[in-house]
């Protein structure tokens, strides 16, 4: 039984739509954080450690995905999870809705073209020239 490795298309597909779709998400992260002005940003404690994983760590990961795609989309990915995992650990339960999700969703598609394109390369270097 062969297993089917993505092609080119498909992974040109996932990395161009996880950078659109980057842009947008950190528009929006941009855009809820400086909302009410520079100036209302005032944060305790626990809320800048949550801070640094939402939505720095997962901003920082969509920025790195435009170069480094799986490590990019590792350190978005890894930032949500730590985010949710701070956030239960804090005692305030886990964040309801999907928002935090919906935005850190171009860091996973970061982490599948980076993982569908090192599939690839892997597969070109098996085949027998």
Do not use: N
Not at 4 to 10: K, M, Y
Request: charged content about 10%; overall charge positive.
């Amino acid at each position: 039984m062969s297993r089917q490795v993505e092609t080119p298309g498909v992974i040109t597909a996932f990395r161009w739509t996880a950078r659109l779709t980057s842009i947008l998400s950190l528009g929006a992260m941009s855009a809820a954080v400086m909302g009410d002005g520079p100036g209302a940003l005032k944060l305790s404690g626990s809320e800048i450690l949550l801070f640094a994983f939402f939505p720095l760590g997962v901003g920082a990961g969509m920025l790195l995905g435009w170069w480094r795609e799986r490590l990019g989309g590792l350190l978005g990915v890894g930032s949500l999870g730590g985010f949710y995992i701070l956030h239960g650990l804090l005692g305030d339960g886990f964040p309801l809705g999907s928002a935090f999700v919906t935005l850190s969703t171009p860091a996973l598609l970061f982490l599948a073209a980076g993982t569908l394109a090192l599939k690839h390369q892997l597969s070109l270097r098996k085949s027998p020239c």
